[in-house]
Every structure is written in structure tokens, then in C-alpha cells.
């Protein structure tokens, strides 16, 4: 018997380290388990004609909220050329409204729902002892008599069971992807998580045992895709105790952190963290409270502000700041105040303004009506409209969530855009709507990949808010500043071309 388990790869981190877990868990079974990626730009015909000549028995497409339509293209095509294949699919994207999707995709013999090992080594242990029990197969999903029977979910994974996916699978020196608990303490309404959400973590010492070997590889980065990484304050502090202690120069550590829960203690160990060592992503959220009510999040606001200022003030932290748009009861004004607020905690280091998607298995979905929510029927299911912000107040939030990545959701421009906040008294919110205006009118969003072209544009733009200042020195000053972030952010090749160019934008 021959498996595939495939994918086509996209911007979930998730979905590689899942299908690691399920190639580690089948691999040392009778079965000639092969594992695939296939990259965004692979045509759909050369992936069909990869899968349909592999002569497989059995290809398990692994979907999330990017590529389920992509894998629905190719899978169908598969069943067509070669009947015989028994299709499965699994991931968070189809393991609710599970019958839904196989109606609608009658090619799909069989879904692997929620955490997706014991259900696949169950049913592969099934099928080579030739019981075929699936009725009793918790986590499946299958076909039967022309009907669709659907399983409950299984028990959580104990996640100390499953092994180490880099046994398998080698770690690069480039980025890893990594987890140390299943279940989330994350219960907003927006967030997707199965019935049983309990966290459950792996022990510290196979965490530090395991961190030793990527430090030991050398590792460009270890993203923990933890949600949230310090749900237990005290594990967390020694996890960070042995990365600092134990740096090796090279490798640095990206952790989802609830804001609200760090203490005094564990910041004053951060700050003794390699400059950049560790990179936290905050998700604000918001700063209202009566959003915050709304989406479930118990957060003490005033205390995740005044822990994230504690945290910037280091320095030596790399803390990206994230507010989210589109969210129940906010207005626009909301949520520029919201944005105000981050932008002015954040000092410098990288701000994000992320999209709301509606996904499946969230309480918001269940309540979409409540709120007038209007989303895309098709992955992702971002938001179009709510009752509290129209479509063009949406649209108007997307171009200045591009603008803001533009400019600092790298950190670039750190000095440049403080310095025109200051000399012209501009709101953060007010001042990105502006220069997104000001990029849309001149027809400038083409130019927007480059960082050279970023300074211009926003030297050309400031030119005109300085106008009303009567001042000329603080315009060339501001010339000079934007300058010198330029030289931290391009090469000195880059910085030569640019000044044989100059500031022309055109």
C-alpha cells in the first residue's frame, strides 16, 4: 500500500509541522508512506500529473483556510484520471462543517478530523488488518451506502506520546516551526479551536532537550506556534531561562505571548536576553473595553500597556504589536484610537493591523448574524461589513493596514515617521490614512516594494503636510532622518543608486 501525504504550501505556519506529526506517526507502518509540498506557483496540471502517475493507493491532502480550494481542484482531478484512489483530506478547515464539505466534494472518500494522528494511524491500522471498522474510528469521516457518516471528534492527543517531528525531517538553518502545547488558552470568539480546546504541554525537559538540538543546528529561528506560549507563567520563565542561558549566538525565538500575563519577574529576566534573541508577537486586539467584552478577552488593558511599555523599554526585545479590524461593536473611530494608542506603546518596534476572518468552528461564526457581520463565503471569509463599520470604512482600513506594513510592520522607517507625528501634532490612525490617500491618488501603489521608493513617496508626501508649517529647516531635517533609516534598511550598492537618482518619485 502506497500513501502520499501532500499539501500546497502557503503563509500557515501550521500546516508543515502538522503533516511532519502525521508522516512521524504512519511512517514505520507497512505502508510506503511518501511526504510532499508542493510550492503556490506549481501549476495545478503538474501537481494532478505528479499525484495521478505516483501510483498511489491513497493521498491525504492536508487543507487550511489558503489552499482548501487549490487541493480541491487537484484532488478531484486525481479521483477523475485514476477512480481507484481513495482521496482524504484533513486539517482545521475541514474538520467542521465536515458534511457540508463532503457533500460538496463528492471526489473525497475520507476526512481525518481535529488532531489528525491517532485518527490516521487508526484508520491505517484498520485497513491492514482488514476490519474496516470505521464506525468506530473516532475522528473519521467517511462515505457509506451513498451516505456520509461523520464521527465525533477524537480524545486530545497526549501530546507527549507523539514524537519529535525533526527526527524525521532534518532542521535547515532557516526558520522552524515548532510547538509545545496542543489545545489553546486563547478563547475569543474569532478563534478557531475544537470542542475540547484543554492546553496540553509537553514536559520542560523535552523542551529544553529538544531546543538544544536546534541550537546545537544552529537554526536561523524557532517560531512557537503556542497559542498563547505563556499560558503557565512559571513554565514559560524557565523556557526563556534556558534560551538565554544557553544562546548560541545564532539562533533567535518567536513566541504568541499574552501581554497581560507577563510579570515583573520574567521581564526583568527577558532584559537579560541577547539584543534580539527573542521576538514576541502582543495581540492587542483592541483598547476598548466593550469590544474586548465582546470577543472574550479578560484582559486588564491598562496592565497589558503597561507590561508591553515595560517590555520596549529593554529594548532588547523585538515586540511587534498587533490590533485587529473588523471586530464586534468597534467603529472606525474605535478603532483608530485603538491603533493610536499601539502605535504610541510601540516605540519603534513593528505594528500590524490584521484582517477579521469568520472562520469555521469559531463562536463568531455561530454569532455572525448578531453582529451584522458581512464576510467572503470562500476561504478566507475576511470581513467585507458590520453593522458598526460599512464596507468603505473596510476598504479604507486595508489600505492603511498596507501602508502601515509599508512603512513599519518591519520596523523600517523607526525614526522617520515618529519625527513627522511630532513636528506636525498628526494622530498615527489620521497620518497612515493620509499617506495611504496620498499613494492611492498618485497612482504610487506599485512603487510601494521597494524601500527607496518608500522613502520618497514619504518625503514627497510630508512635503505637503510641512507646507502648513511655515518651517523649511524641519522639512530638510526630516529629509536627513529619512535618510538615515533608508541606511539601516538597503545595501550601500542600493544607497549609490539612489543618490545618483535622488528623491524624484516618478
Given at each position: 500500500?502506497?500513501?502520499?501525504?501532500?499539501?500546497?504550501?502557503?503563509?500557515?505556519?501550521?500546516?508543515?509541522?502538522?503533516?511532519?506529526?502525521?508522516?512521524?506517526?504512519?511512517?514505520?507502518?507497512?505502508?510506503?508512506?511518501?511526504?510532499?509540498?508542493?510550492?503556490?506557483?506549481?501549476?495545478?496540471?503538474?501537481?494532478?500529473?505528479?499525484?495521478?502517475?505516483?501510483?498511489?493507493?491513497?493521498?491525504?491532502?492536508?487543507?487550511?483556510?489558503?489552499?482548501?480550494?487549490?487541493?480541491?481542484?487537484?484532488?478531484?482531478?486525481?479521483?477523475k484520471a485514476v477512480p481507484s484512489i481513495?482521496?482524504?483530506?484533513?486539517?482545521?478547515?475541514?474538520?467542521?462543517?465536515?458534511?457540508?464539505?463532503?457533500?460538496?466534494?463528492?471526489?473525497?472518500?475520507?476526512?481525518?478530523?481535529?488532531?489528525?494522528?491517532?485518527?490516521?494511524?487508526?484508520?491505517?491500522?484498520?485497513?491492514?488488518?482488514?476490519?474496516?471498522?470505521?464506525?468506530?474510528?473516532?475522528?473519521?469521516?467517511?462515505?457509506?451506502?451513498?451516505?456520509?457518516?461523520?464521527?465525533?471528534?477524537?480524545?486530545?492527543?497526549?501530546?507527549?506520546?507523539?514524537?519529535?517531528?525533526?527526527?524525521?525531517?532534518?532542521?535547515?538553518?532557516?526558520?522552524?516551526?515548532?510547538?509545545?502545547?496542543?489545545?489553546?488558552?486563547?478563547?475569543?470568539?474569532?478563534?478557531?479551536?475544537?470542542?475540547?480546546?484543554?492546553?496540553?504541554?509537553?514536559?520542560?525537559?523535552?523542551?529544553?532537550?529538544?531546543?538544544?538540538?536546534?541550537?546545537?543546528?544552529?537554526?536561523?529561528?524557532?517560531?512557537?506556534?503556542?497559542?498563547?506560549?505563556?499560558?503557565?507563567?512559571?513554565?514559560?520563565?524557565?523556557?526563556?531561562?534556558?534560551?538565554?542561558?544557553?544562546?548560541?549566538?545564532?539562533?533567535?525565538?518567536?513566541?504568541?505571548?499574552?501581554?497581560?500575563?507577563?510579570?515583573?519577574?520574567?521581564?526583568?529576566?527577558?532584559?537579560?536576553?541577547?539584543?534580539?534573541?527573542?521576538?514576541?508577537?502582543?495581540?492587542?486586539?483592541?483598547?476598548?473595553?466593550?469590544?474586548?467584552?465582546?470577543?472574550?478577552?479578560?484582559?486588564?488593558?491598562?496592565?497589558?500597556?503597561?507590561?508591553?511599555?515595560?517590555?520596549?523599554?529593554?529594548?532588547?526585545?523585538?515586540?511587534?504589536?498587533?490590533?485587529?479590524?473588523?471586530?464586534p461593536l468597534e467603529t472606525e473611530a474605535?478603532?483608530?484610537?485603538?491603533?493610536?494608542?499601539?502605535?504610541?506603546?510601540?516605540?519603534?518596534?513593528?505594528?500590524?493591523?490584521?484582517?477579521?476572518?469568520?472562520?469555521?468552528?469559531?463562536?463568531?461564526?455561530?454569532?455572525?448574524?448578531?453582529?451584522?457581520?458581512v464576510f467572503a463565503y470562500d476561504s478566507?471569509?475576511?470581513?467585507?461589513?458590520?453593522?458598526?463599520?460599512?464596507?468603505?470604512?473596510?476598504?479604507?482600513?486595508?489600505?492603511?493596514?498596507?501602508?502601515?506594513?509599508?512603512?513599519?510592520?518591519?520596523?523600517?522607517?523607526?525614526?522617520?515617521?515618529?519625527?513627522?507625528?511630532?513636528?506636525?501634532?498628526?494622530?498615527?490612525?489620521?497620518?497612515?490614512?493620509?499617506?495611504?490617500?496620498?499613494?492611492?491618488?498618485?497612482?504610487?501603489?506599485?512603487?510601494?516594494?521597494?524601500?527607496?521608493?518608500?522613502?520618497?513617496?514619504?518625503?514627497?508626501?510630508?512635503?505637503?503636510?510641512?507646507?502648513?508649517?511655515?518651517?523649511?529647516?524641519?522639512?530638510?531635517?526630516?529629509?536627513?532622518?529619512?535618510?538615515?533609516?533608508?541606511?539601516?534598511?538597503?545595501?550601500?550598492?542600493?544607497?549609490?543608486?539612489?543618490?545618483?537618482?535622488?528623491?524624484?518619485?516618478?
Amino acid at each position: 500500500m502506497k500513501l502520499l501525504l501532500t499539501t500546497i504550501k502557503s503563509d500557515n505556519k501550521r500546516t508543515d509541522l502538522e503533516l511532519k506529526y502525521l508522516f512521524s506517526v504512519v511512517t514505520d507502518s507497512p505502508v510506503d508512506v511518501q511526504l510532499k509540498s508542493y510550492e503556490r506557483t506549481d501549476l495545478y496540471a503538474d501537481i494532478f500529473e505528479d499525484i495521478a502517475t505516483g501510483q498511489y493507493n491513497m493521498v491525504y491532502f492536508h487543507a487550511n483556510d489558503e489552499n482548501e480550494a487549490k487541493l480541491r481542484h487537484v484532488a478531484e482531478m486525481v479521483k477523475k484520471a485514476v477512480p481507484s484512489i481513495a482521496v482524504l483530506f484533513g486539517g482545521m478547515q475541514v474538520s467542521f462543517e465536515t458534511r457540508r464539505f463532503m457533500k460538496e466534494c463528492p471526489f473525497v472518500d475520507y476526512v481525518i478530523r481535529g488532531e489528525g494522528e491517532s485518527v490516521l494511524f487508526n484508520f491505517l491500522k484498520s485497513l491492514l488488518d482488514y476490519e474496516f471498522d470505521f464506525e468506530n474510528i473516532a475522528g473519521l469521516a467517511y462515505r457509506e451506502n451513498d451516505q456520509i457518516v461523520v464521527n465525533p471528534y477524537d480524545a486530545p492527543v497526549d501530546v507527549e506520546s507523539l514524537p519529535f517531528p525533526y527526527e524525521r525531517f532534518e532542521a535547515g538553518k532557516g526558520t522552524v516551526y515548532y510547538e509545545t502545547i496542543r489545545g489553546t488558552s486563547d478563547r475569543t470568539v474569532y478563534s478557531q479551536h475544537l470542542p475540547d480546546a484543554r492546553v496540553r504541554a509537553l514536559s520542560l525537559g523535552r523542551v529544553c532537550t529538544e531546543l538544544r538540538y536546534f541550537l546545537a543546528k544552529e537554526v536561523s529561528r524557532v517560531v512557537f506556534l503556542d497559542r498563547f506560549f505563556n499560558f503557565n507563567s512559571e513554565r514559560a520563565y524557565r523556557i526563556f531561562e534556558y534560551i538565554i542561558n544557553n544562546d548560541n549566538g545564532v539562533t533567535s525565538f518567536e513566541f504568541n505571548v499574552n501581554g497581560d500575563e507577563l510579570d515583573e519577574e520574567t521581564i526583568r529576566l527577558l532584559s537579560e536576553a541577547r539584543s534580539g534573541q527573542i521576538i514576541f508577537n502582543i495581540d492587542i486586539a483592541s483598547t476598548n473595553a466593550e469590544v474586548l467584552a465582546a470577543i472574550g478577552r479578560g484582559e486588564n488593558i491598562y496592565r497589558l500597556m503597561y507590561n508591553t511599555t515595560k517590555l520596549l523599554q529593554a529594548g532588547n526585545i523585538v515586540t511587534e504589536i498587533h490590533v485587529k479590524a473588523g471586530l464586534p461593536l468597534e467603529t472606525e473611530a474605535m478603532f483608530a484610537r485603538s491603533f493610536n494608542k499601539a502605535f504610541g506603546m510601540a516605540e519603534g518596534m513593528p505594528v500590524h493591523i490584521d484582517g477579521l476572518y469568520i472562520s469555521k468552528g469559531t463562536d463568531l461564526r455561530a454569532d455572525s448574524n448578531a453582529y451584522g457581520y458581512v464576510f467572503a463565503y470562500d476561504s478566507p471569509y475576511e470581513v467585507i461589513a458590520t453593522s458598526h463599520m460599512t464596507a468603505e470604512e473596510m476598504l479604507r482600513i486595508r489600505g492603511i493596514a498596507r501602508t502601515v506594513e509599508s512603512y513599519v510592520g518591519d520596523g523600517g522607517f523607526k525614526k522617520s515617521i515618529p519625527r513627522v507625528l511630532n513636528d506636525t501634532g498628526i494622530k498615527p490612525y489620521d497620518l497612515f490614512s493620509r499617506l495611504s490617500s496620498f499613494i492611492t491618488k498618485k497612482g504610487l501603489g506599485s512603487k510601494t516594494r521597494k524601500k527607496e521608493h518608500l522613502a520618497r513617496i514619504l518625503f514627497a508626501f510630508a512635503g505637503g503636510l510641512y507646507d502648513d508649517l511655515a518651517d523649511p529647516v524641519k522639512l530638510d531635517i526630516l529629509k536627513d532622518v529619512i535618510y538615515a533609516d533608508l541606511e539601516t534598511m538597503i545595501s550601500e550598492d542600493a544607497i549609490k543608486k539612489f543618490d545618483k537618482k535622488g528623491w524624484d518619485i516618478d
